[in-house]
C-alpha cells in the first residue's frame, strides 16, 4: 500500500479503527484529543500529513460531541495541507431526518451533510444509509456500503431452516428482495401506524409466518419498541422463532430493558454504533473487514460495487 496514505481515528472509533487498520496491514495514528474545563474540545495531529491521504474513521453518534471533534479533526487534516480528507463514517446521524414531516420543521441530514463538506471532507464512505435520497445531499462522493453480505454469511452460517423474511415497514421492501437472491426464504411485511418518532399505534403482519423461522432486517433499531413489538406479534402469529439483523444499534432509552422482555431470540448488529454489550440477547457482527476492503479499493481505484 503507497505510503502516502494515513489512518487515524477519532476518539469514539479508536478500537474500530484498531481492526479496520489490521486488516489492512497499515498502522493507526492517534490524534491527540484534549478537552479544557468548560468541555471545549482541542485536537491536534502528531506528525505531518502534507500531501498525504488521510482516512479518518469516525463514529459520530450522540452525544454531539463526538459529531464535533470529527469536524475539527477534518478541519485540521485540510488546515495541515493534507492532499485528501476522506471520512469514514459508518453511521450517519440525522439520517432518520431526511424530508420535512410538517411545517416549520428542519431538514437536519441536509444540513449534516452542508457542515461536513464545509469543512472540507472529499469523500465518504458510510454503511447502510436510512434511505437513498440522502446521497443526493453530497456533491462530494458518498460511497453507501451495504451490510447485505456480511448478515447473509452470518444467516447462513446459523443454519435456521424455514427461514422468513420480513420487512419492519414497507420502506425495507426493497432490502429483503435483495436478501432473498441469496437465501431460500419466505418473505412477509408489517404494516405500521406512527403517532410520532419511537412510538407505534398499530401493527399489521402481511403474509404468513406460521411455523417460520421469522427473520427481521432493518438498517436501525433505537429505542428497539417497535421491533420488539413486532417479534411479539410475530410469535402470536404463529412464527416458530424471531431474530433480527439491524446494522446500526443506537439502543438509546429502554432498549436493552426492552429487549429482556420481548420473546425476540437475538439481536444482530453491527459494531457502527456500539462495540461490545454484555447482554444475553445482543450480539456483535464487526464490520471492521468490509469497511477495510472499501478503504483498499479506493486506495487502488478500484470498484466498489463489488463489495
Do not use: W
Request: glycine share 4%; proline share 3%.
Amino acid at each position: 500500500m503507497e505510503n502516502t496514505i494515513k489512518i487515524y481515528a477519532t476518539s469514539t472509533a479508536v478500537s474500530l479503527g484498531t481492526k479496520i487498520a489490521q486488516h489492512l496491514q497499515q498502522p493507526l495514528y492517534p490524534v491527540h484529543t484534549e478537552k479544557f474545563s468548560d468541555g471545549e474540545l482541542f485536537v491536534r495531529f502528531n506528525e505531518s500529513v502534507r500531501g498525504q491521504t488521510v482516512f479518518l474513521i469516525a463514529k459520530v453518534n450522540m452525544p454531539y460531541e463526538n459529531f464535533f471533534e470529527m469536524l475539527m479533526t477534518v478541519d485540521a487534516a485540510r488546515r495541515s495541507s493534507a492532499r485528501e480528507v476522506v471520512l469514514v463514517m459508518p453511521y450517519l446521524p440525522h439520517s432518520r431526518q431526511e424530508r420535512r414531516d410538517g411545517q416549520r420543521t428542519s431538514i437536519s441530514s441536509r444540513m449534516v451533510a452542508d457542515i461536513i463538506q464545509l469543512m472540507g471532507a472529499d469523500r465518504i464512505i458510510t454503511l447502510d444509509l436510512h434511505t437513498n435520497a440522502i446521497e443526493g445531499f453530497y456533491k462530494v462522493p458518498l460511497d453507501p456500503l451495504s451490510s447485505l453480505k456480511l448478515f447473509v454469511d452470518h444467516i447462513k452460517d446459523c443454519k435456521r431452516d424455514h427461514l422468513c423474511l420480513c420487512s419492519p415497514d414497507f420502506g425495507g421492501i426493497k432490502r429483503i428482495k435483495q436478501y432473498k437472491k441469496y437465501l431460500d426464504a419466505e418473505m412477509v411485511v408489517i404494516n405500521k401506524e406512527r403517532l410520532k418518532a419511537n412510538q407505534v399505534a398499530h401493527m399489521e403482519i402481511i403474509g404468513d409466518v406460521k411455523g417460520r423461522n421469522v427473520i427481521i432486517i432493518d438498517d436501525l433499531v433505537d429505542t428497539a419498541g417497535t421491533l420488539c413489538k413486532a417479534a411479539d406479534l410475530l410469535i402470536e402469529h404463529g412464527a416458530e422463532s424471531v431474530c433480527a439483523y439491524c446494522t446500526h444499534g443506537v439502543l438509546s432509552g429502554a432498549a436493552l430493558s426492552n429487549l429482556e422482555k420481548s420473546r425476540i431470540e437475538k439481536l444482530y448488529i453491527s459494531d457502527t454504533v456500539v462495540e461490545a454489550l454484555d447482554h444475553p440477547k445482543i450480539e456483535v457482527v464487526s464490520c471492521a473487514e468490509l469497511l477495510a476492503r472499501a478503504m483498499e479499493n479506493l486506495i487502488n481505484n478500484k470498484s466498489l460495487s463489488q463489495i
